[in-house]
């Protein structure tokens, strides 16, 4: 793509309105615009580093079992009469009515629409177990949106909901999305420690939360320092038993400031990380909370009918854009780890114009699209000062400088955004080195 038909309108001033450091950013760096409180547009590349999450996001929902659907936005209040959250959920949720005067509302989750999908659906113990899943847009009307995309009113969620005979098997379900959470966000460049948590609105005895250090977050979180340093769990067999896996977890101590235990503190000492949190991930078994009033059940072997047991999963997918950000950031700007980066490579030509310099880019643009690489081309006409300032701002993770002497020589500069490291080389070095990454 060549920035001078890209559209991204880069900010040099910080924006007075956003608080928080990814905020700033995603608004300077061209990703998104407000559209109205808690509300966003999301611009190209913006866009582009969305559907990046989203793609690792569906993989490790696809590879732990899980199936894609797509629910609706608008549904109808009738389902949450019979679940009796309709009346419960309270002011966030948005309430429609529609021509006719039915209630209506944009959905802020999604456990009555997929229990009636499943209760007219699914009739036999044989086809159990399921596990659904959509990636879609949700929509709470919080009292106080704020930071940007991590407090939204509109947010694009992961949510997945799994159906189970009995708690043994919902059981291994919850660990399979445990497990496949682990693998999403170390994937996404993140540290997100499981911490077990309330269930809220959502209801059910059983849940955790997984957390994003970061010095911006809303919650405050303590942990064993072990657990930032464990790796995410490699080649894992789904239909194991995972619960080794989640014991190993859950082991060490982690708690949000409301389940904090001063006792523990002590007792770890300068094992303790005290530190603040970004939620990305919420994990909720709840049994029959909605199969029960909503008569979700299936033929069981003996010929009787079975309530199936539930649980829901969801990921924060547009306040992940933010947390990336949160934990990825320096004084020049975003530095995308390389899953999620909008592009692979910037390439920087110092003197747009100037034949040899044009020439060159040509030619490692083409070389490295040849091989697949996504590359943001900067043939604008416009100083070099702008030219830097703006690729750092936007933070992919490799820039390829050309410039006039270089050229002459008949080498490139090779910069890596997260250290800032510079090589000198030839444009078919350069190629060849970002081919291979
Ligand atoms: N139905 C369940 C799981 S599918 C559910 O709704 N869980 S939740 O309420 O915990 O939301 C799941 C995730 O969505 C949260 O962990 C958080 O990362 C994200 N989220 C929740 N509210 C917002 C919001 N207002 N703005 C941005 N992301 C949000």
Redesign the pocket.
Known sequence: MRLSRYFLPTLKETPTEAQIVSHRLMLRAGMIRQHAAGIYNWLPLGTRVLQNIIQVVREEQNAAGAQEIIMPTIQSGDLWKESGRYDDYGPEMLRIKDRHERDMLYGP???EVVTDIFRNNIKSYRDLPKNLYQINWKF?D?VRPRFG?????E?L?K??YSFDLDYERSKHAYNQMFVAYLRTFARLGLKAIPMKADSGP?GGDLSH?FIVLADTGESAVFCHKALLEKPAPQNVDYDADLQPIIDDWTSLYAATDDKHDAAMAEKLGGDLVSARGI????I?HFGKKYSDPMKASVIGSDGNPVTVMMG?????V??LVGAIIEASHDEHGIVWPDSVAPFDVGLINLKSGDAACDTACKQIYDALRVKNRDVLYDDRDDRAGVKFADMDLIGLPWQVIVGPKGVAKGVVELKRRATGAKEEMSFEAAVAKLTVL
């Open positions: 989750t999604h456990e709470r919080e995309l991590m407090r939204g009113r947010f969620m949510d997945a959502i939360e939620e990305v991930g919420h909720f829901s999963y969801g990921i924060g547009s306040r």
